[in-house]
């Protein structure tokens, strides 16, 4: 395994410098294309300066052709104009030509040619009208002039051909010397940390070959320990062989414990330690196992008397005498395991004493928070039954208590099942845009209604935002039962707080009353089903508003606090995201 990861970093070090080297000579073969290139641009270069400078000498051979002939007369001066004329139009595409890979320069080009048309029609107009009239100098020197003003004109154009064509040599011979000056460096520092880069390697290998022989002293060492151990180690060991699965060599303690004699374990395989109905699991087990990792596994094994024995069997691959194998060492666990069957059953014994219990106080409550509201209902109707010569006032009032109770009822079976959900997993969230200050608003009015309650309810909106995206009904089973607790815990003719605070982010609900308030050790199990304060007395509750909420509050992706202090009163504050 070592010399095969000598070969491989020796492998990995020349293929890498390899690598650098061609990467080098690309660079290098690239930059010199690049100066290259460059040079062939800087011949292109003259040869724009050229094909302007031909038109210019061209123009001013025309020009010198007409002042020869109209100062002289001579038609031979005509020749030399007429092959000006016609020659112009020719080495004024060449440039064009040539400038084909600079927008900038072919644009200045198309500037001049309608100077240049300009000037030969002047040339021809100025010889036309000498052939007509030789003495119209007055015409001929405007003629001149203008003539002037348009050369002058071309040659500032040409000069700046001339000039960009300067900058764009000097540019590109900066260029070229850059590039040659990285070139050389690339190469020389490739070299460099090519040659680095395997000395490198042959340093590594050498100190692996150093350490690989101390490690050959220091395993010969250790292979005459690990005897000792082996035969010392106070659990069963074993090794077994990996393909015929026999036991190779065994420790007294594993012939102790397990009645057979070394001989018989030597002619055994692993399969005759094992029940028969869980041979082919750990067969299957054994065949999955990699060779790298240290397994652990909890086995039955079966002694000579038959006797059957929980192990945990802690294994791990091995080379024994060239071969592969497995070394075993078997724990004996079966007085453990057995302690852990009985504290199971403990546990399950107090989880379903726990259940029993908390069923005893589910349908206590029940019947008790029924009981209340179906007394109201029925004794308030047989009043209305037997009362025919009750005034209306009467009469509404007996249905109002009818219909709080009703109510009272409703929510609870509400709570009930909201929270049965819950625990199911099956209350489904449905978000939707609601406007949070009618929604508010309407419930206090609902509960001030249902509860008749003596208390000022008093609700605060504190920002211009209203709507937000939440679960309607779960978000009035919050309120409500936050708004409910307030009011039955808080003493007549006192205030409650509602407020109401919205921003981009969150909705936060905050309540707070005046009330008993939460000692401590309650605070605990706050919102925990059925769960009530030591000190509320004679008041009527199921014990699941709050865990109704927290369950609510959750589904939202929100969070609830509470402040309390005996005597003084309680703030719930609920954060949901808006």
Known sequence: MKWFLERKILTVGFALAVLILTVVNTISYQNTAKVFSRQKQVEASYEVLQKVRDILTTLRDAERARRG????????????????????????????????????????????RPLIIERVNLIKTSIKLYKQNKSDTKTQIALTDKGLMLHDEIWQIITQIENEEQLLLQRRRA?????????????????????????????????????????????RESKKRYRKLFEVNPHPLWVYDLET???????????????????????MTVKNILPPEDVSSVMKRIYQLSS??????IERHKKQDGTLIDVEAISHELIFRGR???????????????????????????KEL??????????????????????????????????????????????????????TMTQLLTDILTLSRAEAGKLEFKPHPLNLENFCYTIVEDIQFITGSQ???????????????????????????????????????SKIYFTLTKDKEQAIFQIQDQGIGISQEDREQLYQAFQRGQNVGDVSGTGLGLAVVKKCVELHGGSINVESQLGVGTTFTVSLPS
């Open 69 to 112: 002939y109209i100062i002289t007369g001579k038609e031979s001066y005509l020749e030399t104009y007429n092959t000006a004329v016609q020659s112009i139009n020719t080495e004024f595409n060449e440039a064009q030509n040539a400038t084909a890979n600079n927008q900038n320069q072919r644009r200045k080009l198309n500037l001049i």
């Open 175 to 219: 260029e070229s010397e850059q590039s040659f000056h990285f070139t050389t460096i690339m190469t020389i520092a490739g070299f460099c940390f090519s040659f680095s880069l395997l000395f490198s390697v042959y340093s590594l290998l050498q100190a692996q070959i150093n350490k690989r022989q101390q490690l050959e002293k220091v395993l």
């Open 245 to 267: 699965l026999k036991f190779l060599v065994v420790n007294e303690v594993a012939v102790k414990q397990y009645g057979y004699s070394q001989a018989e374990f030597l002619s």
């Open 292 to 297: 790298t990792i240290k397994q652990t596994a």
């Open 324 to 350: 592969r194998a497995r070394l075993v060492l078997a724990r004996d666990i079966t007085i453990e395991k057995q302690a852990r069957e009985a504290e199971e059953i403990r546990r399950n014994l107090e």
């Open 354 to 407: 726990e259940l029993r219990e908390l069923k005893t106080r589910f349908f206590s409550m029940v019947s008790h928070e029924f009981r209340t509201p179906l007394s109201t209902i029925l004794i308030s109707t047989q009043v209305l039954e037997n009362s025919k010569d009750w005034s209306e006032e009467k009469k509404r009032k007996n249905l109002q208590r009818i219909q709080s109770s009703a109510k």
């Open 455 to 493: 208390q000022d309810i008093i609700f605060l909106h504190q920002s211009l935002e209203k709507i937000a995206c939440v679960d309607e009904k779960l978000l009035r089973s919050i309120i409500t039962n936050l708004l409910d607790n307030a009011i039955k815990y808080s003493p007549q003719n």
